[in-house]
Structures are given as structure tokens and as C-alpha cells.
T-cell receptor, first 111, second 111 residues
């Protein structure tokens, strides 16, 4: 199994641009999570899905952030417009029997 | 959901020594997980201990759980340079898959 796959691994963009991060979970896992990690705030849960349905998006910082899961094998996290304070590593994780499997993350830098 | 609080925040030991880190949480759980994060990588699941277990072993890892004190400990024996990482605990309940994380313990193994 290839594990959770995230893309891009690195993204540098300018303030105001739209950013789309992508995640392919492990096949058969019915939960998918998006986390954000910074030195200042640690690892924050942004949103999670169960069977492609968003369950809890209370961690999404503001309306500039949106996440979708159109099918069981794909999810996106979009930031529009991006701001320098969005710079962070964004992790996607899928879940089986309560155990999380993380991707390698997408490092976002907003200039 | 609830997040655990790891202690100490940072720990440095000589290679070959044992490393112990602790986790405290606030409300009842039915399991607790430990994860490791190497620098720049996603979190990796290490071990899960259920609330009816007091101790569990996996290779050089030993985890204890004291539900009366709402605390857990992770012991790494005969540490190696490759154990240098941040370690996170995640108290959880089966059926509620939302996992949140504290700031972790940063472990440094000195060769």
C-alpha cells in the first residue's frame, strides 16, 4: 500500500493567490482528516470527514478555507485568498480502527 | 475530543539510555495512542493501549496507562539516534474518531 499521498509537497505562492492541496487516502479508510502544523500553534485539526461527509469543520480558521471530499479516494483543501499567516505544513491523514495514517505533508509558504 | 498534555516538553539523553515521557488527560477514555514525528515528516502511529490494559509492550517501547490518575507514560529502552523525534499522545474513544494533539515531547538522542 502506498500510504496517504499528498500533493504538492512544497508550494510557494504570493499573498492573494488561490492554493489547492490534495490528498489521496488509503483505500478502505472511511475517515479523512486535515491538520495544520506551525511552530507557534502546534498541530491543529482543521476538518474531518466520515464516508466523504464533513463531520466537524470547527477548526477551519476562516471562510478563506474550504475542504471537499468528492469521493472516497480524493480530498482537497483550498485557501482563497491566501495570506502569509497561512504558511504552515498541512497534513492529511486517513483512519482505520481509530489509528491515523498521515501523509508526508504539504509545506506551504505564502509570501 | 480531548488532547493530551505531554511532559516534559523536551528531553535529551545519551544513546543507550532509557527515555520516559508522560501524558496527562482530563476526561474518561477507552484508549490512548502514542505517535512519533520525525523532523519534516508526518506522524507515525506507535502503539495503542486500551483502558482495560495497564501496560503494553512493542519492541523497545513500553506504555503504561493509569486511568485513575488519567495519565500514561511511554518508555523507550536502549535509545538510538533514530529515536530522535517528537512524541505525541492522543487520548481517544472508539466511535469518536476525532483526534487532537498537544505540543508533544521533543526527544533528542545524543550519540
Amino acid at each position: 500500500d502506498a500510504g496517504v499521498i499528498q500533493s504538492p509537497r512544497h508550494e510557494v505562492t504570493e499573498m492573494g493567490q488561490e492554493v489547492t492541496l490534495r490528498c489521496k487516502p488509503i483505500s478502505g479508510h472511511d475517515y479523512l482528516f486535515w491538520y495544520r502544523q506551525t511552530m507557534m500553534r502546534g498541530l491543529e485539526l482543521l476538518i474531518y470527514f466520515n464516508n466523504n461527509v464533513p463531520i466537524d469543520d470547527s477548526g477551519m480558521p476562516e471562510d478563506r478555507f474550504s475542504a471537499k471530499m468528492p469521493n472516497a479516494s480524493f480530498s482537497t483543501l483550498k485557501i482563497q485568498p491566501s495570506e502569509p499567516r497561512d504558511s504552515a505544513v498541512y497534513f492529511c491523514a486517513s483512519c482505520r480502527a481509530g489509528e491515523l495514517f498521515f501523509g508526508e505533508g504539504s509545506r506551504l509558504t505564502v509570501l | 475530543s480531548q488532547q493530551g498534555e505531554e511532559d516534559p516538553q523536551a528531553l535529551s539523553i545519551q544513546e543507550g539510555e532509557n527515555a520516559t515521557m508522560n501524558c496527562s488527560y482530563k476526561t474518561s477514555i477507552n484508549n490512548l495512542q502514542w505517535y512519533r514525528q520525525n523532523s519534516g515528516r508526518g506522524l507515525v502511529h506507535l502503539i495503542l493501549i486500551r483502558s482495560n490494559e495497564r501496560e503494553k509492550h512493542s519492541g523497545r517501547l513500553r506504555v503504561t496507562l493509569d486511568t485513575s490518575k488519567k495519565s500514561s507514560s511511554l518508555l523507550i529502552t536502549a535509545s538510538r539516534a533514530a529515536d530522535t523525534a517528537s512524541y505525541f499522545c492522543a487520548p481517544s474513544n472508539f466511535g469518536n474518531e476525532k483526534l487532537t494533539f498537544g505540543t508533544g515531547t521533543r526527544l533528542t538522542i545524543i550519540p
